[in-house]
């Protein structure tokens, strides 16, 4: 059985308008998969017609065997959403946002507590129980949405643009947290435009463009067909040092900013620096390796 079986979906909206055309591919049970594509490419539509936020226009979608249009309620009953803008109650608690979420899906409130505190404990907030929303920070408010996500124990969870426009803790602290969902086998499907974040969590990548699926692959295959990407790193203090590592190029700007340009990761360009006592606060990708691609392949066609 998969996770997610999408075959042949179009969506085309009132004003003619196709956000999706002909998108087909499978996602495995207990598989980390990428929907990657650049803004404008179709994920959030795709995501939002898989949660029936969205009407489709034509196609078949299936969860863990079960065929959306045959049977609705349990499709919805095994897929948690965690969309990119924060979309709670910020004068309530944390406990009163997830319990109110449960009785959504009915779970009687002895259930809801029980797993109440199951969910605190994965996400880390068992000691924010009691705090109301408006007083927790970024990354914590983050991990609320998932663990709201989480409350009544989906099959699938789906995650749209999880880090986008975060500072690097926050996007670690985040990419933690959906590993270990991971490991414990929780199938999952993570919209990004960032080839970085998917290289560090996937293990098979769809790029979407203008709303056709073009490559489906494992990261490895994505990534030989992806060139660099150069960075802005802002560091805590003045890099004082030469950074030697294979396959990095590094410029001076001034003295707390550099200039990296890698052919991968930028992942253990930030474990270096932080080996060697600096820390990042801030990080702006001056080229976006999948922008690049595109832009490559339309100047290739004209």
């Not at 079986?5 to 196709?18: P, R």
């Not at 608690?93 to 404990?121: C, F, H, M, P, W």
């Not at 974040?197 to 098979?204: D, F, G, K, P, S």
């Not at 991968?264 to 976006?288: F, Q």
């Amino acid at each position: 059985m998969k996770a997610l079986e999408i075959q042949h979906l179009k969506k085309i909206y009132n004003d003619k308008t196709e956000a999706l055309s002909d998108v087909s591919f499978i996602v495995e049970q207990g598989e980390f998969f990428s929907l990657l594509g650049l803004n404008g490419a179709g994920k959030t539509t795709l995501i939002g017609i898989i949660n029936n936020l969205v009407s489709k226009t034509s196609g078949q979608i299936k969860v863990m065997g079960v065929d959306m249009d045959s049977d609705m309620a349990k499709v919805k009953s095994m897929i948690g959403l965690v969309p990119q803008e924060f979309n709670f109650n910020i004068f309530l608690t944390v406990k009163e946002v997830l319990l109110n979420y449960a009785g959504y899906y009915s779970i009687d409130r002895q259930s809801a507590l029980t797993r109440l505190d199951v969910v605190l404990e994965q996400v880390k907030l068992s000691h924010k129980a009691d705090t109301p929303i408006r007083f927790l920070s970024g990354g914590m408010k983050r991990r609320v949405m998932i663990a709201r996500a989480l409350m009544h124990s989906p099959k699938l969870l789906f995650l749209d643009e999880p880090t986008a426009g975060v500072d690097v803790d926050l996007r670690r602290e985040i990419w933690d947290l959906l590993e270990s969902l991971n490991r414990e086998g929780m199938s999952i499907v993570l919209t990004s435009h960032y080839m970085e974040e998917v290289e560090h969590l996937c293990q098979r990548v769809a790029i979407l463009h203008q709303g056709r699926i073009v490559r489906v692959g494992s990261v490895a295959a994505i990534q030989e067909m992806l060139s660099v990407t150069q960075y802005a790193l802002t560091l805590n203090k003045p890099f004082e040092q030469t950074l030697d590592l294979k396959g990095v190029e590094v410029e001076l700007i001034d003295g707390k900013v550099l200039h990296v340009l890698v052919e991968r990761s930028l992942h253990h360009v930030l474990m270096y620096l932080i080996e060697h006592g600096y820390e990042v606060d801030h990080v702006d990708m001056k080229t976006n390796r999948l922008e690049s691609y595109f832009l490559a392949d339309v100047q290739e066609s004209a």
